[in-house]
DNA sequence: CACTACCGTAAGCACACACTTACCGTAAGG
DNA sequence: CCTTACGGTAAGTGTGTGCTTACGGTAGTG
């Protein structure tokens, strides 16, 4: 579960949709291939990147799954963005201070 | 310039170690080639990627094309992520409240 | 025990895309 | 000018991947 497999995870348009849709509430796989042009197998690839990207889990209910949205993907990503500005600044700043001391 | 052209130009490994590069300091193009396994003109077509995603920009000096970090990229994932979260938790407690209303 | 509903997996296909080499345009320098 | 440095673009190639249909496997239901 890297920031690499969220990346390529959120990628797709079709990943996306399925993604939001969980927002709103749990949904089958049926359910969610339901309210795509897509056939379910695809549904059921898709939910595996989202899962193994660490953006969707999976909960048995009888014969169905219900999935549900998973933290753990967005909150890499947003560590990702965190360290990515953090480490810019102080790139920055280091370039500035290098210059005005050694002009 | 969407979070989808983010999120695909960010998808790939090459395209990130560019745009991580960038981070210290503002290169060109040969100067970034010449740290990656792959050619002069795969970097040039992965930051025409990453410039239409917002994501660098380009600044001409001289014969030499200097590429710096664009910051409406980012923030346009950083949007989606707040937006994102925030429909998430509005959806939740829809969900609590209707099902505590009628049960 | 059937029978149905639901879903993951396998195999195959068509397209996207990340690369390459070759070429051309533009700016600096003799 | 001519030459060199630099980089964008074109064309072609091979692999990755998003999709399909077909199949098998498990949990409820009569």
């Known amino acids: 579960m890297t920031y690499g497999e969220v990346f390529s995870a959120l990628a797709d348009p079709t990943r996306r949709s399925v993604f939001e849709s969980l927002r709103e509430e749990p949904r089958s796989v ?44 967005l909150h890499a990503l947003r560590d990702y963005l965190d360290t990515f500005w953090s480490d810019a600044l102080t790139a920055y700043a280091a370039r500035i201070a290098e210059r005005t001391s050694t002009p």
């Open 30 to 73: 049926g359910d969610l291939a339901a309210g795509l042009p897509v056939s379910r197998p695809a549904v059921s690839q898709h939910l595996r990147v989202l899962e193994q990207a660490g953006l969707v889990t999976a909960e048995r209910v009888g014969t169905r799954r219900l999935y549900s949205i998973e933290r753990s993907g």
